[in-house]
């Protein structure tokens, strides 16, 4: 018996049973933590979500006018020929082609279907930890724009880890590359999560791609922190794209041009204090040169330095600046002493000229009463 013939008959008991039976569960992915980097490709598969725009087709020329083009709701459903309101939202499309063939079998023979994604949704990851703008990014799969400061305006192809950290802003100076988190859901409910690590490290070292993963929708970007980076290795990361490549730092004190800089970013103390002019002869006390920097939860810390112009990039004796940093260049015991005498010997400037115009007046007043 052909019951495709019967199919808008049955079209409303079938949709009854439809809404009683469970989606089909989704191929067991469990999360393993001794997964690298290098087996993402063998266990990532394009999970399904409102947004996207599928297109469905029939092999047999019969069933052809049943296929078409759609599009997945908020409520992660679709409404389909025949079988009406399907939720396809967490399955791969692998799964949703076996879920919609097991469906559209009840009532037609050989319902061999085919399923594709023919637009992507936008996706939303989230970038947190060590970057500067953390936070949840909408990325297009035609590619994004940095806000890198200092880099690459466009970042063309699919979104991957490095162009989701330069969408938040890059880097900080304090981020370690070595411990990079990708959290990934799993189809299915979107409960579980898979978590993979990453040495960005080596992808700016040894080149190696396979740390640059391409992105899904619901991934979370994970930048962990490195307490006290090695100078050599805040230079590296000043020189990535990965990080803004100039920062804004303020030079006070005695130092002949004071103010606000914007320097290369991983200037140390020293090289910023000689771009504000370099400390004033006599006045600078070049033992004592505070930097004060705000950290990201609002405290600050205060440590003194010494000028020794024979310093290389040093965390202990020179280190780093960062964005925000202010660096005092205090006064000395010559330049304290001279400014509290000049402040007390002032009002007495002052009276000595109010008196020398006194004396003139009285000689002005006496030589006309001569005449």
């Known amino acids: 018996m052909d019951f495709s013939r019967l199919g808008p008959c049955l079209a409303p008991l079938l949709l009854l049973g439809q809404l009683t039976t ?3 569960a989704a191929p067991s992915l469990q999360p393993n933590a001794n997964q690298s980097a290098g087996a993402i490709s063998d266990f990532d598969a394009y999970i399904l979500g409102a947004g996207d725009r599928l297109e469905l087709s029939f092999l047999s020329p019969a069933y052809a006018s049943l296929g078409g083009s759609f599009g997945i709701l908020n409520d992660g459903s679709t409404s389909l020929p025949m079988i009406g309101s399907v939720v396809l939202t967490g399955l791969t499309v692998n799964q949703a082609n076996r879920w919609l063939t097991s469906l559209y079998r009840r009532y037609l023979r050989r319902p061999d279907v085919n ?3 023919t637009q992507p949704r936008p996706m939303q990851v989230s970038v947190v930890g060590q970057v500067q703008n953390p936070g949840v ?3 297009s799969p035609g590619g994004e724009g940095s806000t890198v ?3 690459i305006a466009s970042i063309p192809g699919l979104p991957t880890v490095v162009s989701a950290i330069q969408k938040a802003g890059g880097i900080t100076l304090n981020a370690n590359l070595s411990d990079v988190r990708l959290q990934r859901k799993l189809p299915g409910d979107g409960s579980q999560l898979r978590e993979t690590q990453l040495n960005l490290a080596s992808l700016l070292q040894q080149g190696d791609k396979r740390q640059n993963p391409f992105l899904f929708d619901g991934d979370t970007i994970v930048i962990g922190w490195a307490p006290s980076p090695p100078p050599d290795e805040v230079l590296e990361l000043a020189a990535a ?3 803004p490549s100039s ?4 030079v006070v004190g005695e130092v002949k041009t004071p103010g606000r800089l914007s320097l290369r970013a991983g ?7 000689l771009s504000a002019g370099g400390p004033l002869a006599m006045r600078a006390k070049r033992n004592n040169v505070e930097l004060v920097r705000i950290n990201r939860d609002g405290t600050a810390t205060l440590s003194r330095y010494s000028l020794d112009y024979k310093l290389g990039v040093s965390g202990p004796r020179n280190p780093p600046l960062r964005e925000g940093d202010s660096v005092i260049v205090n006064r000395s015991v010559f330049a304290s002493g001279s400014d509290a005498i000049n402040a007390v010997s002032q009002p007495f400037t002052g009276l000595v000229n109010i008196l020398a115009l006194v004396r003139i007046l009285q000689d002005y007043s006496n030589n006309n009463s001569n005449n």
């Open 267 to 273: 200037t140390p103390l020293i090289q910023a204090v």
């Open 241 to 243: 794209n990965l990080s």
């Open 247 to 250: 920062i804004m730092v303020n």
């Open 137 to 139: 990014y909408v990325l």
């Open 149 to 151: 400061e200092g880099k």
């Open 115 to 117: 399923l594709r994604v």
């Open 22 to 24: 469970p989606l089909q």
